[in-house]
């Protein structure tokens, strides 16, 4: 069986995408797996550590509101990628075509559609967000099935053939980490202390990197907690570190990415991060205090609207980035780590609407699918 999973860019569509390949991988040895997305995304830095998913890029980008020049260029690539796409299909030859979401799914998966009309091709996508993006709200109408994380978003696919909810998938690494002294170890930290874990997602948060630092002062006189700070691509690490250093900060810890993701939130007393769904889904599914600072740039205004549905359950701290950006962040995080039974409340709140089991409701709904590309 040859599955094709189309995606990327962010980490928001592209971790999602590696959890349903690696439980795809170890449920049948046999099958063949492959993965479009670009060569600018996490992907084309992940997947080389994955020799059994075929990587194919494509050269496309994202529609820019607004922007005529950029809008026309955008279409132009699209034109050259549904050819990329298509020789893809000719190679790889697969049965079956999940888009995980972003511009980088739309040409596989429109193209898986047309071809399922006259070949044994059978087309899925997954919708990570609360509010659907407009490459999935296009997608819903030409698939076999869409999957969404939230309940509520089945009402933006009424003209798709069947939404199932089925949440959103994290890597087992998530599922299966625990605090130990060795991960404290990996990370440089003290056990002893309240572990503050901040991060901006896959290209991370300069403002996060800036709220922080501008919380330095009141950070370096706090004895019982420590921060690890992700990076990602919004800063350098050495130069962040340093400048910690020169202001006297000796309990934050740089580091621009972690490939063992699961062991950092494993130790974590407390999150600080965007509101990207997978974020989210991985505090949820980890059952983790966290206070939410989501990014107004996001389309649609997505991420203020994934964080408020938390919000109203009591699962998670909400704050605007006007409120972190000065000493903002070092109140917040000194009043929530000060406070065992706030955090033992949000953790069991956020718990409850984790959805662990995600990844096996994806493949038991990708399995009838495989079964009649088969035929």
């Given amino acids: 069986m040859h599955v094709l999973v189309a995606g990327g860019g962010t980490g928001g569509h592209f971790y999602p995408a590696l959890a349903v390949m690696e439980e795809l991988a170890n449920r049948d040895p046999h099958i063949k797996l492959g993965y479009v997305g670009t060569n600018r995304g996490i992907e084309a830095r992940i997947l080389p550590s994955y020799p059994w998913i075929r990587f194919y890029p494509i050269h496309v980008r994202g529609l820019a509101r607004g922007r005529r020049l950029q809008a026309a260029y955008a279409l132009l690539l699209l034109v050259i990628a549904f050819i990329e796409t298509l020789v893809v299909f000719i190679r790889f030859r697969p049965r079956l075509v999940i888009g995980m979401g972003?511009?980088?799914?739309?040409?596989?998966?429109?193209?898986?559609?047309?071809?399922?009309?006259?070949?044994?091709?059978?087309?899925?996508?997954?919708?990570?967000?609360?509010?659907?993006?407009?490459?999935?709200?296009?997608?819903?109408?030409?698939?076999?099935?869409?999957?969404?994380?939230?309940?509520q978003t089945r009402r933006e696919f009424r003209r798709a053939r069947q939404v199932i909810v089925?949440?959103?998938?994290?890597?087992?690494?998530?599922?299966?980490?625990?605090?130990?002294?060795?991960?404290?170890?990996?990370?440089?930290?003290?056990?002893?202390?309240?572990?503050?874990?901040?991060?901006?997602?896959?290209?991370?948060?300069?403002?996060?990197?800036?709220?922080?630092?501008?919380?330095?002062?009141?950070l370096a006189q706090d004895n019982h907690v420590q921060v690890l700070l992700v990076t990602g691509d919004a800063g350098d690490e050495n130069a962040i570190q340093s400048a910690f250093m020169a202001a006297g900060v000796k309990n934050v810890h740089v580091r621009r990415y972690i490939e063992r993701m699961g062991e950092a939130f494993a130790i974590a007393d407390l999150i600080v991060s965007r509101a990207g769904a997978t974020t989210l889904?991985?505090?949820?599914?980890?059952?983790?205090?966290?206070?939410?600072?989501?990014?107004?740039?996001?389309?649609?205004?997505?991420?203020?609207?994934?964080?408020?549905?938390?919000?109203?359950a009591q699962a998670c701290v909400?704050?605007?980035?006007?409120?972190?950006?000065?000493?903002?962040?070092?109140?917040?995080?000194?009043?929530?780590?000060?406070?065992?039974?706030?955090?033992?409340?949000?953790?069991?709140?956020?718990?409850?609407?984790g959805r662990r089991h995600a990844v096996s409701l994806i493949l038991g709904e990708l399995e009838p699918l495989a079964r009649e590309a088969r035929l």
């Avoid at 059978?122 to 997608?139: C, D, K, P, S």
């Avoid at 949820?284 to 609207?305: F, M, Y």
């Fill in 102 to 151: 972003g511009y980088a799914s739309f040409p596989s998966v429109f193209l898986g559609a047309i071809l399922g009309k006259l070949l044994p091709i059978r087309t899925v996508i997954h919708e990570q967000n609360l509010v659907a993006g407009l490459t999935n709200r296009i997608l819903a109408r030409v698939v076999d099935k869409v999957l969404v994380s939230y309940p």
């Fill in 166 to 218: 089925t949440g959103n998938p994290i890597r087992a690494e998530f599922l299966d980490a625990q605090r130990s002294p060795e991960a404290y170890r990996q990370f440089g930290l003290d056990p002893n202390r309240k572990t503050v874990l901040v991060f901006g997602g896959s290209r991370g948060s300069s403002a996060l990197i800036t709220a922080l630092i501008n919380a330095s002062d009141k």
């Fill in 281 to 312: 889904a991985e505090i949820t599914s980890c059952g983790k205090p966290a206070l939410i600072v989501p990014w107004e740039g996001a389309a649609d205004n997505h991420q203020r609207k994934n964080a408020a549905y938390l919000q109203q």
């Fill in 318 to 353: 909400v704050a605007a980035e006007q409120e972190v950006i000065g000493a903002g962040l070092a109140k917040l995080i000194e009043e929530m780590v000060g406070d065992e039974q706030r955090l033992s409340r949000l953790a069991h709140n956020a718990a409850r609407f």
